[in-house]
């Protein structure tokens, strides 16, 4: 069954350093989304992407992050400067968005920036 | 601004007993999904309905769906210690794709 994969599990990194997030969707989906999980809290949206731009970013999506699809199968979430807050599990998703939305997750890369 | 509110947030119950987990959401939407997270994993989708009346089982979990009130429900039927997760409740923009996530409902199943 197809799904979607994450590296790494997990990435440990130093405030200000930059990290990068990878996932591949499942390869005949359309649409792609990172969200990020602080210990025990909700689920919160960060981007979507669709067509090879951001369809929607939320409040905490800020010029720190960007994403990148820069072959036919890697997605990718780019922190440029990280903080303490930005520790968090990070969960990529896709969609094949056509008819309804259900979005199948990857298992997510725990993030400690120290 | 829509909002997805999911009560109770942290349920305790006994094997064997029934309850059900209700997700209100404050404009209008005809698709509905339940995910379950087991602790330090990723997101399973469950249940996705897509209309009104909309009403999926498995095994002991059924889900509907009422648009008018706004309102779904996840019923959890003779419950078992393997259904100790949280369920979360997303619901779909229309405009963008975008899910409007609950905040989560902790369910601790005892033997």
């Known amino acids: 069954e197809p799904e979607v994969t994450q590296t790494p599990s997990h990435q440990v990194t130093q405030m200000g350093q930059e990290v990068i997030l990878r996932c591949v969707p499942i390869?005949?989906?359309?649409?792609f989304y990172w969200y990020r999980q602080i210990l025990g809290q909700k689920v919160e949206f960060l981007v979507s992407?669709?067509?090879?731009?951001?369809?929607?970013k939320s409040e905490i999506f800020d010029d720190q992050f960007s994403v990148e699809r820069p072959d036919g199968s890697n997605f990718t979430l780019k922190i440029r400067s990280t903080k303490l807050e930005d520790s968090a599990m990070y969960f990529c998703a896709s969609s094949g968005g056509r008819l309804y939305n259900e979005q199948f997750f990857g298992p997510g890369t725990r993030l400690t920036v120290l | 601004e829509l909002k997805v509110e999911q009560n109770p947030l942290f349920l305790s119950m006994q094997e064997g007993k029934n309850y059900t987990i209700y997700c209100n959401y404050s404009?209008?939407?005809?698709?509905l999904y339940w995910y379950r997270q087991d602790p330090g994993k990723s997101l399973e989708s469950l249940f996705v309905?897509?209309?009104n009346g909309a009403v999926k089982q498995e095994g002991r979990l059924m889900a509907s769906l009422d648009t008018k009130a706004r309102l779904s429900t996840l019923h959890i039927t003779a419950a078992v210690h393997d259904l100790s997760a949280t369920y979360f409740c997303?619901?779909?923009?229309?405009?963008?794709?975008?899910?409007?996530w609950g905040a989560g409902t902790k369910l601790i199943i005892k033997p």
């Open positions: 309905l897509l209309s």
């Open positions: 404009t209008t939407s005809d698709r």
């Open positions: 997303a619901v779909d923009m229309d405009s963008n794709y975008q899910l409007i």
């Open positions: 992407f669709y067509n090879n731009e951001i369809s929607e």
């Open positions: 390869s005949n989906h359309l649409y």
